[in-house]
Structure formats: structure tokens, C-alpha cells
């Protein structure tokens, strides 16, 4: 039996972006909560990436990340 590969978007933590502006790209690309938002960022700062969600399909987990990335985050697709 074959085993779909799933694709991962990872957020990194950069040099340039605040809290303010990572909370604001997930708030307004995926809808995440402000207050999970932070969660979310802190996890990032400290680990220095953290995986955001997964998708079966490569092509929507590319363009979440094209979506991070206009707003100024560092996102990767990564195959899990």
C-alpha cells in the first residue's frame, strides 16, 4: 500500500519580523486567533521554526507560503 507524502508549512523566525507582524499575517491569512497567534509566534522564536499545518496537496501548502511571504514571513514547504 502506497503512503501519500503530506506537505508541511513551516514558519521560521527571522531577524526582521516583530510578534505584531507575524500575528498579523496568521490572523489574516489562516484566521488564527490573536491569542494563538502569539502561542504560535513564541513557539517560532524559541525553537526557531515551527510547522504551521499540513496539506496532502503541494500546491495549497505552496501557496499558503506564497501568502506568508507577501506579508513578510519566512515560510517553507517541507515534505513529511
Do not use: C, P
Not at 59 to 66: P, R
Amino acid at each position: 500500500m502506497a503512503v501519500e507524502k503530506a506537505w508541511a508549512v513551516v514558519v521560521h523566525n527571522d531577524d526582521v519580523n516583530s510578534y505584531q507582524t507575524a500575528i498579523f499575517a496568521l490572523h489574516t491569512v489562516v484566521g488564527l486567533a490573536v491569542e494563538r497567534g502569539m502561542e504560535f509566534a513564541d513557539v517560532v522564536h524559541h525553537q526557531g521554526a515551527a510547522e504551521l499545518t499540513r496539506f496532502s496537496a503541494r500546491e495549497q501548502a505552496e501557496g499558503l507560503v506564497a501568502e506568508l511571504q507577501v506579508l513578510g514571513l519566512h515560510a517553507t514547504v517541507q515534505g513529511v
